[in-house]
T-cell receptor
């Protein structure tokens, strides 16, 4: 049973470019969460999505960041016009249902470096 | 919103000794308290969790205690082994959201 998959594992972007991070949840899981981890810090909640719905985006920066979880395919975290401060590890987690939200299983992360 | 404080930030113990990591939280509505282990270059891995209706939970060498009145919870690792070396994060959860502590870098010295 494959776990949460994220790609790419490492992503390098120049300032001003766009970054697209993909997350495929565990089989049978329909809820996805994105977290950001700055170096030497804990994970910070960004957004919680179900298929075709954003449930809670209270942790998302107001500009340049967006997330989606389409009916088919992986969840996408999109960062437009990246800046050096966006350099971080981005993790997604999935859970089986709203009632099972506490069972969050994390992927290996995407490490974004902005040059 | 919820705020989680974790101490210590670094912890070094001799192999075979016990390690204790402590966390406090601010929101009394939080009802779920997991602990994650993160190894270098990997995602966090859930190692143990506790719900607000339970005071203590044990799984082999690891245990978690929760004091809801004082709003703090702790991770205990006994008979530590070199493979326990990692960064450990506590978190408090409520309404589909986890708020993480800052992490504790645990080093087990042989």
């Amino acid at each position: 049973n494959a776990g949460v998959m994220q790609n790419p594992r490492h992503l390098v972007r120049r300032r001003g470019q766009e970054a697209r991070l993909r997350c495929s949840p565990m089989k049978g899981h329909s809820h996805v969460y994105w977290y950001r981890q700055l170096p030497e810090e804990g994970l910070k909640f960004m957004v919680y999505l179900q298929k075709e719905n954003i449930i809670d985006e209270s942790g998302m920066p107001k500009e340049r960041f967006s997330a989606e979880f389409p009916k088919e395919g992986p969840s996408i975290l999109r960062i437009q016009q990246v800046v050096r401060g966006d350099s971080a590890a981005y993790f997604c987690a999935s859970s089986p249902s709203a009632g099972g939200w506490y069972e969050q299983y994390f992927g290996p992360g995407t490490r974004l470096t902005v040059t | 919103g919820e705020n989680v404080e974790q101490h210590p930030s670094t912890l070094s113990v001799q192999e075979g000794d016990s390690a204790v990591i402590k966390c406090t939280y601010s929101d009394s509505a939080s009802n779920y308290f997991p602990w994650y282990k993160q190894e270098l270059g990997k995602g966090p891995q859930l190692i143990i969790d506790i719900r607000s209706n339970v005071g203590e939970k044990k799984d082999q060498r690891i245990a978690v205690t929760l004091n809801k009145t004082a709003k703090h919870f702790s991770l205990h690792i006994t008979e530590t082994q070199p493979e326990d070396s990692a960064v450990y994060f506590c978190a408090a959860g409520e309404a589909q959201k986890l708020v993480f502590g800052q992490g504790t870098r645990l080093t087990i010295n042989p």
